[in-house]
Every structure is written in structure tokens, then in C-alpha cells.
């Protein structure tokens, strides 16, 4: 049986006298987490996410190129006390009224995960370099979308150049899309519709010609 007695009324055992702060001091126990924000490097990363350096392999399979953007990240870590001695002491009025001190010694946090909240890449083939879209993997989003195909016109399919870049991009569009990966909201999903039928259309057509 647990010798912790359990009050329904804690201010009516605990008060604050004159100048005091309930629990003021004392030792402390038992497990803090802790979540440090924009800490995790990408290495670490990579190390617990599978899945994402299995999608960049993917890519590469494709024969097209990834590019590193930007991440953010923050690591989890968890410390566990057994006794140690705390404090809480007044604070500023900019953070708050109270704080706590914590005499860690030299127990520091042991890295149990990462939060990952956004990994950004350019994806991009031999046409479309140097991005044909830009995505966020952790978020299954799809950030950037080149002009030559998002904002295609009829009169280009006479320029070559662009129509190869054109092609290139929905053909990287449309694999992230098949896997589950979705257009950031500027983009509308009824024009992307009317645009991937249409370079289908062109693909086939055009793989026809070389053969």
C-alpha cells in the first residue's frame, strides 16, 4: 500500500505563511523529459528515420537529385533523479513569478528521440535543375512546383526547352503525388488535375515518337 496520503483539499494542509512557498525545498524524484527545440543535426535524424533516408534512395533510383534545404527538429532527452535537491526560488517578472533549481551534478539527459517538424529537399533531373519541385518529407508536402509546368501555356509547347522541363517536373510531381505527398494549398488541386492529364497525354505521345 502507498504511504503517500492523498489530499482532496490541498490548500487546506498546505499554506503559504508570510514570506513562504509551499514545497519550497526538498529532494527530488523519479523521471523529467525534456524537449530541446532546433537541436537535432541531420545525421541524428536519419539515424531513427528509415523512412526518409529510404525515400531519398528512391529518388536517387529514379535518377534524379535531392538537395538539402532546411529542417527543424528538436531532440528529446530524459534525466532521472533519485533524491536529488531542488529549489524554488522567486523569478523576474518578464519570466514568470517562480522558478526552479535543480542540482543535476554531472547527470546529463540521455537522447531518447527527435521530434522531427519540417525537412525541406529540392528534387530536381537532368532538366529541371536547379528544382523541379520542393518538398517537405516529414509533412508529405509539396512546397514548390516549377513555373514551366504549374503555369503552362499552349504556345510554349513550341519551345522545346521548355516543354522538356515541363515533362520533367510533372514526371517528379506526379510520382510524389502517387506516393501520398500533397500540394501545398497555393496550389489548386483542379489545375494540377488539368495539367497532369494533359502531360500524360504529352508523355505518351512523345514516347511514341521515339520509338
Not at 522531427?116 to 533531373?125: I, P
Not at 508529405?140 to 512546383?145: A, L
Not at 502517387?178 to 489548386?188: I, P, Q, R, T, V
Amino acid at each position: 500500500m502507498s504511504n503517500i496520503l492523498k489530499l482532496d483539499k490541498f490548500d487546506t494542509v498546505v499554506k503559504m505563511s508570510a514570506g513562504r512557498i509551499p514545497f519550497e525545498k526538498g529532494s527530488l524524484k523519479g523521471k523529467l523529459i525534456l524537449e530541446c527545440p532546433g537541436r537535432a543535426v541531420i545525421s541524428e535524424i536519419f539515424k531513427m528515420r528509415s523512412d526518409i533516408e529510404q525515400l531519398l534512395q528512391q529518388i536517387e533510383a529514379k535518377g534524379w537529385m535531392h538537395f538539402y534545404v532546411d529542417h527543424e527538429a528538436n531532440i528529446i532527452g530524459e534525466i532521472e533523479f533519485n533524491g536529488v535537491e531542488y529549489q524554488i526560488v522567486p523569478w523576474s517578472v518578464l519570466r514568470g513569478p517562480y522558478g526552479m533549481f535543480i542540482d543535476i551534478g554531472e547527470t546529463f539527459p540521455e537522447l531518447k528521440g527527435v521530434v522531427l517538424k519540417k525537412l525541406v529537399y529540392n528534387v530536381y533531373g537532368r532538366n529541371t535543375f536547379p528544382r523541379a519541385i520542393t518538398v517537405d518529407a516529414q509533412n508529405k508536402i509539396i512546397t514548390h512546383v516549377n513555373d514551366a509546368f504549374w503555369k503552362w501555356e499552349e504556345d510554349w509547347e513550341k519551345d522545346d526547352k521548355k516543354t522538356l522541363i515541363a515533362l520533367e517536373t510533372y514526371e517528379i510531381l506526379n510520382w510524389f503525388v502517387e506516393k501520398g505527398f500533397s500540394l501545398h494549398e497555393s496550389y489548386a488541386p483542379e489545375r494540377y488535375r488539368a495539367l497532369a492529364g494533359k502531360f500524360a497525354e504529352l508523355a505518351k505521345s512523345r514516347a511514341q515518337e521515339k520509338k
